[in-house]
């Protein structure tokens, strides 16, 4: 397994902006990396499968065209929050399957 | 039904009690259980994992399994104020052969709080 490194740790942006999460597996090349979000109070939800090289798999209830995530190499997979409104203000976390390593995380607040 | 199930709480234990955290889980297929620690603001830490019935000790914490039952416990022993956060149980149907455990499915967490 690898350090995971996500960022930034916490953004701040304007209704109908896009955001963009970068998400480094350090020293382990994955093939897979997973994206989690957590609302206040709530446990961790997995949004979608980042598969390197080929399109994210996401799970029910989650709109592909809304969060863009691109795994374009072994090491980074990026997910992008596109036209954000303030119910997307949440904790998002990354994992690259190894079950130590998770981001830091990232806090979006849109306003 | 949901496939993991904690109890919220809050728990409320006194400084140096035992802490007791169970888990239930809905799908027969999981073979792969972890415990994390998430204090507020922060991502979960990994503080056990388990793949076989019975118990796995690690210090302070040891980690309970059940297949037959669907049932994991963790029992956190001299519990300090420290231990205070939200304790998530989280299950993963792959196992530890491969290098990725896939997606994990967490429970929802429990509180715990430890008093002086």
């Known amino acids: 397994g690898a350090v995971v490194s996500q960022h930034p740790s916490w953004v701040i942006c304007k209704s109908g902006t896009s955001v963009k999460i970068e998400c480094r597996s350090l020293d382990f090349q994955a093939t897979t990396m997973f994206w989690y979000r957590q609302f206040p109070k709530q446990s961790l939800m997995l949004m979608a499968t980042?598969?390197?090289?080929?399109?994210?798999?996401?799970e029910q209830g989650v709109e592909k065209d809304k969060f863009l995530i691109n795994h374009a190499s072994l090491t980074l997979s990026t997910l992008t929050v596109t036209s954000a409104h303030p119910e997307d203000s949440s904790f998002y976390i990354c994992?690259?399957?190894?079950?130590?390593?998770f981001g830091q995380g990232t806090r979006l607040t849109v306003v | 039904q949901k496939e993991v199930e904690q109890n919220s709480g809050p728990l409320s234990v006194p400084e140096g009690a035992i802490a007791s955290l169970n888990c239930t889980y809905s799908?027969?297929?999981?073979?792969?259980f972890f415990w994390y620690r998430q204090y507020s603001g922060k991502s979960p830490e990994l503080i056990m994992s388990i793949y076989s019935n019975g118990d796995k000790e690690d210090g302070r914490f040891t980690a309970q399994l059940n297949k037959a039952s669907q049932y994991v416990s963790l029992l956190i022993r001299d519990s300090q104020p420290s231990d205070s956060a939200t304790y998530l149980c989280?299950?993963?149907?792959?196992?530890?052969?491969?290098?990725?455990?896939?997606?994990?499915?967490f429970g929802q967490g429990t509180i715990l709080t430890v008093h002086p």
């Open positions: 980042s598969n390197e090289g080929s399109k994210a798999t996401y």
């Open positions: 989280a299950v993963s149907v792959i196992d530890a052969g491969g290098t990725s455990y896939g997606k994990l499915t």
């Open positions: 994992s690259d399957g190894v079950p130590a390593f």
């Open positions: 799908d027969r297929g999981s073979q792969s």
